[in-house]
């Protein structure tokens, strides 16, 4: 049926299609604001997703972690996210949790599109072999050449070079080509396995310093007087190689300086105090690296510091001094090697170390003001790190409760002690004016294809900004060698500008330790040094000669 109506004609048939029309266009706008919705809400995931591996590969673990429990519960991208987690977990140093979650994604067999080969590639760069181990296992039933490739390269990484070569030989034949390099690198690395040892630490100019023996799983040191036993257990981590500080050359010198002595030695390059020369040759046996480890009474090497306090505060009335070679300390007599008589000035008592003076210096300075500075020079404190290698520093006793230990502590005897590492810190801080960069052994290691992943990095402290009080205690320590009754006199030399200060420790049942510290040149200092010659008797004598004879080989260096 057809109405007409002035001239205008209506059927009910145009109007059903045209209300179907209208629905269909209204479910299709429907259809686009969700697909519009959905395509939004999944790029703002992947966009979270890339955030989250952005933040990973920096370092930023805590906030990755805080984004994955935003977006985990999202629809998108689940299984993306379950694999963040493990990730995570491993970034965390958390790998027994991560392996449980590879685990389980490796029995649901998903499959994400997560840029694998970047954290592969990151945890190769820094040396984490653990953690690519678990990755790659969790990676390698999906196949491809990067998986096979980091799979060959964790082999090499804990010493198994079969498996390895098995895997380098399911590469593809482009993968081969375009790797021709790496691969060059890792046959050499599995060369060396096969052979049963090889060597991975090295000085500062190459020389090979130890190798490791695969089949006894044990480190051999090739430089006498060191002890690289800690290497060892680094590699129970994977393979690496490591640069030292040291000059294998300068330590075989040392080691025939050594030959009717025993002790402990360092020798550090200033200013960032890299360890040139560490020697150990402890009368004790089974004293591992006796030179970072073995503490012992300083005796007055210890003085440079109390000079310092002394010389910083108001009251220095104390010079000049007559010394009779003893006195009375709350009811005990406090002696001296010998009676020194006049004492001109401070820089008269550090040279001939004179006790009474310093006993003097400490009781004017005060039990509180001397410990402090003693504690500023990091006794009492943790020891010096150095990647995984510890350097103990020294202690004493802060209960000082009568003018007599206080005397005992200012000349550095009674309960006090130090190492030869820490008294060559010392030195090292005195030579700067009171800069500290702590000393360091470790220049940097690289991975199983010689690619570095750690470098020191020297950060330097300043202990004391007061340049004139040091270069005051540099030139008495300078004049313990210019002045004829300076205990290092025989030390003397025109071509070397020397300042040092002895100390006499130990029992004279045993014989006592002769010690000294000191650095040079002394208006320029290139060298600053410490050793302990156990048993050798006052350092006036045998300890200067010593001395010497290493100055005259760092001279030629």
């Known amino acids: 049926m057809v109405l007409d109506y002035k001239d205008v004609a209506f059927s009910f048939q145009k109007r059903k299609i045209r209300r179907r029309r209208q629905r269909l266009k209204l479910a299709l706008l429907i259809l686009a604001l969700g697909a519009i919705f ?12 890339a955030k989250i591996q952005n933040l990973l590969l920096s370092g930023r673990v805590s906030e990755a972690e805080k984004k994955i429990n935003a977006s985990a519960s999202a629809f998108f991208l689940r ?78 990484a804990f010493f198994n070079a079969a498996e390895s070569e098995k895997a380098v030989a399911r590469l593809s034949a482009a993968f081969r080509q375009s790797h021709a390099k790496a691969l060059a ?65 300068l330590q075989k010198k040392i080691d025939r300086l050594f030959k009717d002595f025993f002790g402990t030695l360092v020798v550090l390059n200033l200013p960032q105090n890299r360890i040139l020369a560490a020697y150990s040759k402890p009368r ?25 306090a002394y010389l910083r505060q108001d009251n220095q009335s104390l010079f000049p001094f007559d010394c009779p070679g003893h006195m009375a300390l709350g009811g005990k007599i406090f002696y001296d090697w010998t009676a020194h008589q006049h004492v001109k000035d401070y820089s008269s008592a550090l040279a001939m170390s004179c006790n009474l003076s310093f006993a003097k210096m400490g009781l004017q300075v005060g039990s509180k003001r001397l410990a402090a500075m003693l504690e500023l020079f990091h006794f009492n404190s943790r020891p010096f790190q150095d990647w995984f290698l510890t350097f103990r520093t020294g202690t004493f006793n802060r209960e000082l409760n009568h003018d007599f230990a206080l005397a ?30 702590p000393p360091y052994l470790i220049e940097d290691a690289k991975s199983v294809l010689y690619l570095g992943y750690y470098s020191h990095d020297s950060r ?32 003397r030399s025109a071509s070397a500008d020397l300042a040092v200060k002895t100390g006499t420790a130990g029992d004279r049942r045993y014989g006592f330790d002769a010690l000294v510290i000191g ?39």
Request: glycine share 6%; aromatic share 12%.
């Open 284 to 308: 004790s046996p089974g004293v591992a690296n006796a030179v970072f480890s073995e503490a012992y009474e300083p005796g007055s090497i210890v003085k440079i510091i109390s000079l310092l």
């Open 185 to 249: 690198i890792l046959a050499k690395v599995n060369a060396d396995l096969r052979q049963g040892r090889f060597e991975y630490i090295f000085d500062k100019n190459g020389s090979a310093l130890a190798y490791f023996d695969v089949r006894k799983q044990k480190t051999y040191s090739l430089l006498p007087g060191l002890d690289l036993s800690d290497f060892d257990r680094q590699l129970k981590k994977g393979l690496s190689y490591f640069q030292l500080t040291l000059d294998s050359t």
């Open 460 to 491: 330097e402290q300043r202990l004391l900004s007061d340049d004139i009080n040091f270069r005051r205690v540099k030139k008495a320590m300078q004049a313990t060698v210019n002045d004829e009754k300076g205990t290092s006199h025989q030390a």
């Open 79 to 156: 299984a993306q996210f379950r694999e963040l987690r493990a990730l995570s977990d491993l970034f965390g140093d958390r790998l027994p949790q991560a392996q449980t979650r590879f685990d389980e994604l490796n029995r649901l067999r998903t499959k994400t599109s997560l840029h694998s080969g970047r954290f592969q590639k990151y945890f190769l760069d820094h040396g984490e072999y653990h953690k690519l181990k678990i990755y790659t296992d969790y990676l390698l039933p999906q196949g491809g050449d990067e998986n096979i490739w980091f799979d060959a390269l964790v082999h090499s």
């Open 408 to 437: 005992k502590l200012a000349v550095g005897i009674g309960e006090i002690s130090l190492t030869t590492i820490h008294a060559a810190m010392l030195a090292a801080v005195f030579s700067q004016n009171g800069l500290l960069f």
């Open 38 to 49: 959905c395509g939004y809400r999944y790029l703002r995931v992947s966009a979270a997703s």
């Open 519 to 557: 650095f040079f040149p002394a208006r320029n200092p290139r060298y600053a040094f410490a050793f302990r010659l156990e048993g050798a008797g006052k350092p006036e004598l045998t300890g200067v000669l010593f001395l010497r004879d290493l100055v005259n080989i760092l001279q030629k260096k």
